[in-house]
């Protein structure tokens, strides 16, 4: 579906879901909304609106990297929303063509942002404040708002596998660094994407310096994001690391353990097996204290291996 929002000269809001028979020049500025848009209503951003071949070509495409392009009257971005689901991090697009006068805006998936802010521009009494820069401000607050729950969701499955061992948690703790890494080439782009906008003389953000002042505080959340997620995955390495550690050790210590037992079996093993042999002429075997002497013998020389092995620090 298309839907759009126009602002007349006299700041009166008016909306509809088609825009065949509308003129967009009798609005003061105006934002189209292209919801999960079929082929046929796809064709409206080169037919109606004329946006560049290659921005097309990027919105019809899956899942662009985050970025900007510079145009004549207008600027396209591409930026990744992302939610949890099922303990899978889903990203999706969002794409913007921000003007002076115009914002349109394309997902080809329901988008929580763009209904969220949508529904607060018509429920506003006053829309002075309100213009394409102010909408696209509060579309990428939203966007970059909705990563922090997943870090922090992220963090106290972290916290729950520290205090756990087994193959389970190590399960669980790769697919949260998968996820992080995920985030991370979202965050990053994105991230990149507010400074570039920031330092950029070809946006109009400068003649009102809260806008600069907005949008830097979204530059400050990716920031933290990034620290957060980067952070994160040093303590996923390090509680692997551990846990690899934690298994050498053990398998040292039972590899210690199976060292002495034959170690110390090994002689008496060869004793027994001596006199195990089937010959007549066994001197020992017609005594009468043999059997009590040779068990004596076995029994002082596990004793006497048991204590060099103390003694050698095998039992620490």
């Known amino acids: 579906m298309i839907?759009?929002?126009?602002?007349?000269?006299?700041?009166?809001?008016?909306?509809?879901d088609s825009i065949n028979n509308i003129d967009i020049t009798s609005y003061k500025w105006f934002?189209?909304?292209?919801?999960?848009?079929?082929?046929?209503?796809?064709?409206h951003l080169s037919n109606t609106f004329h946006f560049h071949p290659l921005a097309i070509e990027d919105c019809v495409q899956d899942l662009q990297r985050p970025k900007l392009d510079y145009f004549n009257h207008y600027t396209f971005f591409v930026t990744h929303t992302v939610r949890e689901e099922n303990g899978r991090l889903i990203k999706e697009e969002l794409d913007f063509f921000v003007g002076e006068s115009f914002i349109v805006t394309f997902h080809k998936h329901p988008s929580v942002e763009v209904t969220k802010v949508w529904s607060e521009l018509l429920a506003q009494t006053s829309i002075e404040q309100w213009d394409t820069y102010y909408v696209f401000y509060e579309l990428l607050d939203k966007i970059v708002d909705n990563y922090f729950p997943i870090i922090?969701?992220?963090?106290?499955?972290?916290?729950?596998?520290?205090?756990?061992t087994g193959i389970q948690p190590m399960n669980s703790l790769m697919e949260a660094r998968n996820m992080l890494l995920q985030l991370l080439h979202s965050v990053n782009p994105m991230r990149d994407l507010l400074y570039r906008m920031l330092n950029s003389h070809h946006l109009n953000l400068n003649q009102i310096d809260e806008r600069r002042e907005y949008f830097s505080n979204i530059h400050d959340h990716l920031l933290k994001l990034s620290e957060m997620v980067m952070s994160n995955r040093e303590v996923t390495a390090d509680i692997r690391d551990s846990y690899i550690s934690l298994n050498a050790h053990q398998t040292n210590n039972v590899m210690k353990l199976l060292t002495i037992i034959t170690s110390i079996f090994a002689p008496l093993t060869f004793i027994a097996g001596i006199y195990g042999m089937n010959f007549k002429n066994i001197p020992e075997l017609s005594w009468k204290y043999g059997y009590f002497v040779i068990l004596?013998?076995?029994?002082?020389?596990?004793?006497s291996m048991l204590l060099w092995f103390k003694r050698k620090g095998w039992f620490r």
Not at 296 to 303: D, Q
């Open 3 to 16: 839907y759009y929002i126009g602002i007349t000269k006299d700041n009166h809001l008016e909306k509809g």
């Open 296 to 303: 004596f013998i076995m029994f002082l020389i596990g004793i």
């Open 152 to 164: 922090y969701k992220i963090e106290d499955e972290l916290e729950k596998i520290i205090i756990q």
């Open 31 to 43: 934002w189209v909304d292209f919801s999960e848009p079929t082929e046929e209503e796809m064709k």
